[in-house]
């Protein structure tokens, strides 16, 4: 990864470039990404390649801000084709465990001692009811958020804090995070959103990432909206560049293990759209190109959080049932509408009467 210099003091909203030597360069305090400020440069004599605009995050947790977007987003794509989920039990394949995992936030507790097993090749949906704690497991399990007590282990080693902390795990195992909003940068194109990891940290020739960035738009089914802004997008588009961005990768990676987190990938779109995504969703991971290379290689595993009935039928194999911050039943997608477990029979049938309450 490129070393990137310190981040310049922040003055009445407007901030030095500190890559700029002449510090002309003034960055325009903007959109937010992972809850940080992002700021943009415009005019930055320092800039390593031509791209319309570099960013840096600013204010709040800074370099490790910076660590987070680097591991989450850097492109890298494990080769490893996936298998029926509730087959796999060998504790060997196991690629993230959270161990009675408790999460509060201010004194309301989220997570009460969580038990969480994802082996590789799995393909695992969290649901449950509004505000169980479904996307903060997500985070905890991506490393955008570190346990109050409990561990998060990755390949058998307990993870010390966020990923962020802990490069070396980060490295062992990379994560991709397709957020619910997108998040994508309102000012750059989707062009420049695809390939923001390839120009931001590698060496790869402007050229090469077009070309990456374009068959990764390609397998999305959006060619040719490279040169478009996202706010001209509709919301299923925004999400399919989304996971565009989140297949590309560049050569180097390409035999890295990778898991996926989806947080409600199909949020809001009509069931046509939805079906798109839950498709793109099992495919792109699912079929590696025959001589393993290319953004379309496959993801060794990944974890969808998601409300939608078609999503859990489509998109995964193995399904884990939060309630009041605890697994109160998994099992595979099969077994859902068999089960009699209270709690997901409610569920299931959108019943008002039941365990689960609503204030
Ligand atoms: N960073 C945070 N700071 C404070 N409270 C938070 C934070 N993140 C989540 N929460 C709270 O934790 C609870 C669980 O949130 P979470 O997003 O994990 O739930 P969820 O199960 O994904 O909900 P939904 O299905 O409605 O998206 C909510 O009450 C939310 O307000």
Same mark, same amino acid.
């Given at each position: 990864?490129?070393?990137?210099?310190?981040?310049?003091?922040?003055?009445?909203?407007?901030?030095?470039?500190?890559?700029?030597?002449?510090?002309?360069?003034?960055?325009?305090?903007?959109?937010?990404?992972?809850?940080?400020?992002?700021?943009?440069?415009?005019?930055?004599?320092?800039?390593?390649?031509?791209?319309?605009?570099?960013?840096?995050?600013?204010?709040?947790?800074?370099?490790?801000?910076?660590?987070?977007?680097?591991? %989450?987003?850097?492109?890298?794509?494990?080769?490893?084709?996936?298998?029926?989920?509730?087959?796999?039990?060998?504790?060997?394949?196991?690629?993230?465990?959270?161990?009675?995992?408790?999460?509060?936030?201010?004194?309301?507790?989220?997570?009460?001692?969580?038990?969480?097993?994802?082996?590789?090749?799995?393909?695992?949906?969290?649901?449950?009811?509004?505000?169980?704690?479904?996307?903060?497991?997500?985070?905890?399990?991506?490393?955008?958020?570190?346990?109050?007590?409990?561990?998060?282990? %990755?390949?058998?080693?307990?993870?010390?804090?966020?990923?962020?902390?802990?490069?070396?795990?980060?490295?062992?195992?990379?994560?991709?995070?397709?957020?619910?909003?997108?998040?994508?940068?309102?000012?750059?194109?989707?062009?420049?959103?695809?390939?923001?990891?390839?120009?931001?940290?590698?060496?790869?020739? #402007?050229?090469?990432?077009?070309?990456?960035?374009?068959?990764?738009?390609?397998?999305?089914?959006?060619?040719?909206?490279?040169?478009?802004?996202?706010?001209?997008?509709?919301?299923?588009?925004?999400?399919?560049?989304?996971?565009?961005?989140?297949?590309?990768?560049?050569?180097? #990676?390409?035999?890295?293990?990778?898991?996926?987190?989806?947080?409600?990938?199909?949020?809001?779109?009509?069931?046509?759209?939805?079906?798109?995504?839950?498709?793109? %969703?099992?495919?792109?991971?699912?079929?590696?190109?025959?001589?393993?290379?290319?953004?379309?290689?496959?993801?060794?595993?990944? %974890?969808?959080?998601?409300?939608?009935?078609?999503?859990?039928?489509?998109?995964?194999?193995?399904?884990?049932?939060?309630?009041?911050?605890?697994?109160?039943?998994?099992?595979?997608?099969?077994?859902?509408?068999?089960?009699?477990?209270?709690?997901?029979?409610?569920?299931?049938?959108?019943?008002?009467?039941?365990?689960?309450?609503?204030?």
């Amino acid at each position: 990864m490129t070393a990137r210099p310190p981040i310049g003091a922040l003055s009445e909203g407007i901030e030095i470039c500190s890559t700029s030597q002449s510090s002309a360069c003034k960055l325009e305090p903007s959109s937010r990404f992972f809850g940080q400020r992002l700021s943009l440069h415009r005019s930055c004599s320092r800039r390593r390649r031509p791209f319309r605009a570099q960013t840096e995050l600013l204010v709040a947790r800074k370099v490790t801000a910076l660590q987070d977007v680097d591991t %989450i987003l850097r492109p890298s794509y494990g080769t490893s084709s996936l298998t029926s989920s509730s087959a796999r039990t060998d504790d060997n394949e196991i690629l993230i465990e959270l161990k009675d995992v408790h999460k509060s936030f201010g004194n309301k507790k989220i997570l009460r001692g969580v038990n969480i097993k994802i082996r590789r090749g799995e393909t695992v949906g969290i649901i449950g009811g509004s505000g169980t704690g479904k996307s903060t497991t997500l985070r905890l399990m991506a490393g955008l958020l570190a346990p109050d007590s409990g561990e998060v282990q %990755i390949l058998g080693q307990t993870r010390k804090g966020l990923l962020a902390d802990d490069p070396e795990l980060a490295e062992r195992l990379k994560v991709g995070m397709v957020f619910q909003n997108g998040a994508l940068f309102d000012s750059l194109t989707v062009g420049e959103n695809v390939g923001f990891m390839l120009y931001e940290h590698t060496a790869l020739p #402007h050229d090469r990432i077009e070309a990456i960035v374009a068959e990764s738009l390609s397998a999305v089914g959006l060619s040719g909206v490279e040169q478009l802004l996202p706010s001209e997008l509709s919301g299923g588009m925004r999400k399919r560049v989304a996971l565009a961005r989140a297949i590309v990768r560049d050569d180097l #990676h390409a035999n890295d293990e990778q898991v996926v987190m989806y947080d409600e990938p199909t949020a809001g779109l009509d069931p046509v759209a939805s079906t798109v995504v839950e498709d793109l %969703i099992r495919s792109m991971h699912a079929s590696p190109t025959s001589n393993g290379a290319g953004p379309r290689s496959g993801i060794t595993s990944y %974890i969808v959080v998601t409300h939608q009935h078609s999503t859990i039928r489509r998109a995964v194999d193995r399904i884990i049932f939060l309630h009041e911050g605890l697994v109160v039943w998994e099992g595979p997608v099969e077994e859902f509408d068999s089960t009699d477990e209270p709690i997901v029979r409610q569920f299931a049938s959108g019943s008002l009467t039941g365990p689960i309450k609503y204030e």
